[in-house]
């Protein structure tokens, strides 16, 4: 008899990345991504050759409205150890919005994996400009633009990047519509000062919050093609550290996009890491009138849905 044989093979159910024109684009529904094992234990057909069993992730809709206290929004959870997706609100959950400073991840990971960002020596130096957030007035490295969310520091390392490698990252990454043809971020209403805005910015790339789950996969699972070294660079800089009194390690990144001075996108997207397993996870938070949308709510309920499935594993 032959030994089993493990076979790893990650698709996804999208048929590439999509460049559709409009502020709001609809992926495909329920699974993001399908995970094919083809293995052998001990078995053989009657013509003689290996069996193959194939094996998909299960995807569940949950109630979990009693997290977001009448804030329009939506959750994804993927559970890698028992291949089950849980989402709430399936509409949200599959409509491409700007990611934001969710991107933030990605052009970390495209930069640090081509050794064009090298974390020691990553000072940046202010231009003196004099920008709103007072954090940014200042010379400033990799670890603090990240914790920031410094967006000139990223206009530059995106710049650094350049479209032809940044394309082909996202690409790889079949990273929602992979569209970066508003580089400049021309379409973003919100700011024309060129050191403050791109193409992940309200502007022409868009992403769903069930996609950001599978890419955090891709980047951080155990089948990942990303060096250690990047993701221990960027697990660093991504950590939750007021987690108290609890063996769950939560990984994540914020981000939030306004028209007309409306919050419309509030993100909080990442992993978590437990001795009962990894999750990877995205919360989005839509336009809700009358409800104090942001950022910080939507990590606030990221890490509470998180938290709780573990406990109720």
Request: with cysteine.
């Amino acid at each position: 008899m032959k030994p089993a044989i493990w076979i790893f093979i990650c698709a996804l159910i999208l048929t590439g990345c999509s460049t559709q024109s409009g502020t709001e684009e609809r992926a495909a529904v329920p699974e993001t991504v399908i995970y094919t094992e083809a293995f052998t234990e001990n078995m053989e057909t009657e013509t003689g050759t290996e069996s193959e069993l194939i094996s998909e992730p299960q995807t569940a809709e949950t109630d979990w409205s009693g997290y977001f206290n009448g804030v329009n929004g939506t959750a994804v959870i993927y559970d890698a150890s028992a291949m089950q997706y849980t989402l709430y609100n399936r509409d949200l959950a599959s409509a491409r919005r700007s990611p934001c400073s969710t991107f933030k991840i990605i052009s970390s990971v495209i930069a640090l994996e081509n050794n064009i960002l090298e974390p020691a020596a990553s000072t940046r130096p202010w231009s003196g400009e004099r920008f709103w957030n007072e954090d940014w007035n200042r010379d400033i490295d990799f670890s603090e633009a990240f914790r920031t969310s410094c967006v000139w520091y990223y206009r530059q390392l995106v710049d650094d990047i350049g479209k032809d490698l940044m394309q082909k990252e996202l690409d790889r990454l079949q990273y929602g519509n992979c569209d970066i043809s508003d580089w400049e971020g021309r379409s973003n209403t919100n700011n024309q000062n060129r050191a403050l805005t791109g193409f992940w910015l309200e502007s022409s790339l868009m992403i769903s919050p069930q996609e950001q789950v599978a890419v955090m996969e891709r980047i951080f699972g155990d089948h990942s093609e990303y060096s250690a070294e990047t993701q221990k660079e960027l697990k660093q800089v991504m950590l939750v550290s007021d987690l108290e009194e609890t063996d769950i390690s939560i990984y994540g990144k914020t981000g939030m996009g306004k028209v007309d001075g409306i919050v419309v996108d509030a993100w909080y997207t990442g992993f978590a890491q437990s001795p009962e397993g990894d999750l990877y996870f995205c919360v989005r938070l839509d336009r809700t009138d009358g409800k104090d949308v942001s950022s910080s709510l939507a990590k606030e309920i990221a890490i509470k849905i998180v938290s709780d499935h573990y406990h109720d594993r």
